[in-house]
């Protein structure tokens, strides 16, 4: 098992190195539990793994209640950055931290080419 999660880590490590626009990342399971991450030390595990549970879950619902098919993203611009969350298979999400100067389109490259690493690892 550690094997694994080690493996997960190297991906977040690898979608953390492919732009520097990247803070920190984690993979989260869909009950909020951290599986791995690569977070700074003042960011508690345990905060990001329930509010990506928590956003997944109203993003799942306003996507089916607006008829807008089903969620693939979560998305949160706050003054100072990004929280980007997607869907890596039925059970995880990828949680995302960026700067607030972001390239998006390279963050969102950089997020699915790990999702893609992510769905063979979970």
Request: proline share 2%; glycine share 8%; net charge negative.
């Given at each position: ?9 190297e ?8 732009t520097p ?5 984690a993979?989260v ?16 595990e ?8 928590t956003?997944?879950?109203l ?22 950055g990004?929280v ?9 999400v ?9 390239k998006?389109?390279l ?10 690493e992510l769905?063979q690892?979970?």
């Amino acid at each position: 098992m550690a094997s694994k999660i080690q493996k997960i880590v190297e991906v977040l490590k690898d979608l953390e190195a492919g732009t520097p626009d990247i803070e920190a990342s984690a993979v989260v399971s869909d009950d909020g539990f951290i599986i791995a991450s690569v977070l700074p030390q003042d960011i508690d595990e345990d905060r990001v793994g329930a509010m990506s549970a928590t956003m997944l879950a109203l993003g799942e619902r306003a996507a089916s209640e607006l008829e807008r098919g089903e969620l693939e993203q979560t998305f949160v611009k706050g003054k100072d950055g990004y929280v980007i969350m997607s869907f890596v298979g039925e059970s995880a999400v990828l949680t995302t931290i960026a700067s607030k100067d972001a390239k998006l389109g390279l963050v969102f490259l950089e997020m699915k080419r790990a999702t893609t690493e992510l769905l063979q690892l979970i």
